[in-house]
């Protein structure tokens, strides 16, 4: 931005802060309207800021300069970034440990201390071992933009495969590390959209699936060549829209591959190869629409279906004897939906959700339950390392207000002990966590989670922070939060619903929010907001929405359906214009769930939403912060950028839209420096306690 635009801006922005005068509050940038239109199924479209899907242009870039500039003016001269830098600095600076992959005695994972950005690679030789450091990136760039993360360990703990991100991107490098001589082996795999590695046992190569302008692919790489050397395995004849996976069984015997139709995997494909006989690659499961999730185990694989169980089950099938009349139940559909299974130990590891909270149970390989985990409050458990050969699985459990704790779980004798802790200066005992229950527009019982300081007066003027997602059957479930203990201890109101879309009481609570039913997650979410406001924890001045990613699309449609609701809302990394939401990047894996506007009936509902198509002049908008960048090769950054131009034009004085534009800051949360997360939360809280008045 030239400095005779910005001066007038920074100068009108410190009477705005400083004086209360609405007046003189500095205007967005002027952008450009064209006249482009398309007829879609009979129904013109106007777009007129088309042209900022360009994201290299030089209009753009400008165009993107100005916006930033102009968001800066007005967030970094507001009160309290200090101190709420140094807040979520506490909650986040912390020394911080994943979940260990062991192999032959060795265990390997990532450790981040306080004072660094990234996490770092270490590994130990047996559970006391002495800690060391293998890979570090935080010295691999200036802005430690960079990370690594661990894809896959040799089954005897020598060689490590891991990924190398750059700027937040998901496409990523593949190396080979050597973990006894502390050195990278030659292999790289180029930069691409990685899904998975998987090793031999004898460390002669590995097999990856990628996906790439004509589709997905599995490859077998044999350590020592040239990537480009790479033998096509399987994918040719696979659109865009599909996810192929490849593991190779732990005793090497076995390939399994996974071919999952879009994000949601709501049909499955299950191939396996005879490996040790040469065999070729023949389907287990082909023409069945439900979900497949196949875990091998020596002579057998274990399959988490959704297959006439719409909450979950698991089946054995012998790789002797893959007919499916040989399939047999072992843990049969139970009240609780199934979010996921381990193989750990000779044990299986079968995670519930018991209204929108986990369940850890253990049964023997053919069903026997022979014990559940215990946890220390109610709370979530997003992952359970382990393998079907070793003796322990390793669970990561969490809760609004507990931080991390990686649990150790002996197979043989059930005994729990703490692998490591996350201490977070948090006293637990000031907080409040419940679930409330809410009818939805349609009658459905909707639960969500109310985090707020022990002893709080709802008088109706509490700030309310509402959160959601609602889709691809993710399970929103009690999660440790910075936000929501900042947002608390400051008097607010923090609220997570548990929508329609995600998993979190089986197939049907999923497909209940997608395709033309997906007005039902944003009916859950403006009715939860109702129910807050009826119940006197809030008003609509004091009402902050927050989603990202198809979260984005559930807070921008509530915003242009029901903006009297709300006074401010944060949209990070957003899908918003539906219409054209499938040509860019990896969208293709998401039209299972969403529909596309090619399909004329789906072109009906997606319309009616799209939050793009529906910004009005004649109504009164809350105030919103987009934030985005290039570094998200996921969700196109070009959704925000249309949405922040076209909600500007409409934009009440006192309701600033702005857009927060980062240029190396991806859409993985894994992938961002703390320095960044921390960065994020002191300008979406500031921008949310200027528009909702608090201090």
């Known amino acids: 931005m030239k400095m005779r635009l910005a001066l007038p801006i920074l100068l009108a922005t410190f009477l705005y802060i400083a004086f209360g005068e609405v007046s003189l509050a500095p205007k967005p940038p002027e952008t450009r309207r064209d006249s482009v239109t398309e007829t879609m199924h009979g ?6 800021y088309r042209w900022l899907e360009d994201q290299g242009s030089a209009d753009t870039r400008a165009w993107i300069n100005e916006e930033n500039a102009y968001t800066h003016a007005l967030l970094d001269r507001l009160p309290g970034r200090d101190r709420l830098e140094a807040r979520f600095g506490q909650l986040r600076k912390v020394t911080a440990l994943t979940l260990p992959i062991e192999r032959s005695g060795r265990y390997v994972y990532r450790k981040r201390l306080a004072d660094q950005d990234q996490y770092v690679i270490y590994k130990r030789d047996g559970l006391e071992g002495k800690e060391e450091m293998l890979i570090d990136p935080n010295p691999m760039s200036p802005d430690h933009s960079t990370n690594v993360e661990v894809m896959d360990v040799s089954r005897d703990g020598k060689v490590l495969a891991y990924l190398l991100r750059q700027g ?7 190396h080979l590390f050597d973990i006894d001589s502390r050195q990278n082996l030659p292999d790289v795999l180029p930069l691409a959209f990685y899904f998975e590695v998987s090793m031999l046992p004898d460390r ?7 996906t790439s302008g004509d589709g997905p692919h599995v490859r077998f ?6 990537s480009k050397q790479d033998s096509d395995v399987f994918g040719k004849g696979y659109g865009k829209d599909k996810i192929i996976i490849a593991d190779v069984s732990e005793d090497g015997h076995h390939l399994i591959v996974q071919v999952l139709y879009g994000s949601s995997a709501d049909k499955v494909e299950i191939w396996t190869q005879d490996l040790a006989a040469h065999g070729e690659l023949t389907p287990l499961v082909k023409d069945i629409d439900a979900r497949f999730f196949a875990f091998p185990a020596e002579n057998m694989l274990f399959l988490q279906t959704n297959w006439k169980a719409a909450r979950g089950r698991v089946l054995a099938v ?8 040989k399939w047999r139940e072992v843990i049969p559909e139970a009240p609780d939906a199934i979010d996921n299974v381990t193989l750990a130990g000779g044990k299986i590891f079968v995670s519930y959700v018991h209204n929108a909270a986990s369940v850890v149970k253990v049964f023997t390989p053919d069903g026997r339950p022979t014990g559940e985990m215990k946890f220390p409050a109610l709370g979530s458990v997003p992952q359970i390392n382990g393998h079907w050969e070793g003796k322990e699985a390793f669970a990561n459990f969490r809760s609004y207000t507990i931080p991390t704790t990686l649990i150790r779980y002996e197979t043989a004798t059930g005994k729990q002990s703490f692998w490591a802790r996350v201490e977070v200066p948090v006293d637990t005992n000031q907080f409040e966590v419940k679930q409330v229950w809410f009818n939805s527009k349609d009658g459905t019982r909707v639960p969500m989670f109310v985090v707020t300081k022990r002893g709080i007066k709802l008088d109706g003027n509490n700030p309310v922070w509402l959160t959601g997602y609602g889709g691809f059957t993710a399970s929103e479930l009690p999660r440790f939060d910075p936000d929501a203990i900042v947002w608390a201890e400051h008097g607010g109101v923090y609220v997570d619903v548990t929508l329609r879309g995600g998993g979190e009481f089986g197939e049907e609570w999923h497909r209940a929010g997608m395709l ?14 109702q129910w807050l406001i009826q119940n006197k924890y809030t008003n609509p001045n004091r009402l902050a929405i927050e989603g990202g990613s198809n979260g984005g699309l559930l807070v921008g449609a509530a915003m242009t359906q029901r903006p009297e609701l709300f006074r401010a809302v944060i949209c990070v990394h957003p899908l918003l214009d539906m219409l054209r939401y499938h040509k860019f990047m990896v969208a293709q ?6 529909g596309s506007a090619e399909n004329p009936e789906q072109f009906k509902y997606i319309y009616a939403y799209s939050p793009y198509q529906h910004v009005e002049e004649k109504k009164k908008y809350p105030a919103v912060l987009f934030m985005t960048g290039d570094g998200d090769t996921r969700v196109a950054p070009l959704h925000a950028r249309k949405m922040a131009a076209a909600m500007q034009r409409v934009a009440s004085p006192d309701r600033p839209v702005l857009l927060r534009y980062e240029l190396a800051a991806g859409h993985a949360s894994g992938s961002r420096s703390v320095s960044q997360t921390i960065g994020d939360e002191v300008d979406e809280f500031t921008f949310v306690f200027w528009q909702l008045g608090m201090n």
């Open 43 to 48: 129904v013109t479209i106007a777009d007129p």
């Open 168 to 174: 937040g991107k998901d496409e990523t490098e593949i």
């Open 204 to 210: 002669s190569g590995f097999y990856y699936s990628m």
């Open 221 to 226: 790489h044999k350590v020592g060549d040239d």
């Open 318 to 325: 012998k790789f002797a004897e893959p007919e499916q009349s």
């Open 516 to 529: 033309e039913r997906k007005q039902n997650v944003f009916d859950d979410f403006i009715a939860a907001a």
């Open 589 to 594: 894996f998401w039209v299972p769930e969403y």
